[in-house]
């Protein structure tokens, strides 16, 4: 059944537009121009950010914020180990599931840095790309506030992971 759910969609929508007499064929044309509009609007800031953080992780730098953050976050009681899943996951979604995998692959899935790190990945969000491609979207210069409160919820998410995480799961 789930394999027939997209073509009923579609299917059901172009006839239900035509029995409200709609040309489907120029709807159709007229969203995918509109998407495409909306594509050359977005695609510098993904590529820029992309291109960015791809440099990022290939120059080493990543690892040498990790090692001299790696006191503050003992002292907020967060392993040295979640910080690259912490640095890279504001900008880049896949590049923080990679991370989460190398974690979870060195650690167990059931070890306490392996629940952490799915749990991260799960309450936080790729800060840097959403702002991209929405403030891209309808054009917003300056993102003013946004970006400092979402990277405050994003530390709030980290945060609240590990600890209930350690709360939850000990052993």
Known sequence: MSDLL??????????????RRVDVFDA?????????SLLRKICPN?????????MLR?????????RALAPALGWLGLPPELLPLMLIRPFSGSGALGVGAE???AYGPDSYLGRTAA????????????????FGAVGVK???YA??????????GFLVSAWSVKLLFRG
């Not at 993904?46 to 791809?54: D, E, G, K, P, Y």
Request: proline share 3%; aromatic share 6%.
């Open 6 to 19: 997209v073509p009923l969609l579609l299917g059901g929508a172009a006839i239900f537009a035509a029995a």
């Open 46 to 54: 993904l590529i820029a950010l992309l291109t960015a953080v791809s």
């Open 147 to 156: 970006i400092p409160a979402a990277l405050c919820a994003d530390m709030t």
């Open 28 to 36: 159709l044309c007229t969203g995918a121009s509109e998407g495409l």
């Open 119 to 134: 749990v991260m990945l799960g309450s936080t969000e790729t800060t840097f790309y959403t702002v991209a491609v929405y």
């Open 58 to 66: 290939a120059s080493g730098a990543l690892d040498l914020l990790a």
């Open 103 to 105: 974690l979870i692959a």
């Open 142 to 144: 300056r993102s003013r």
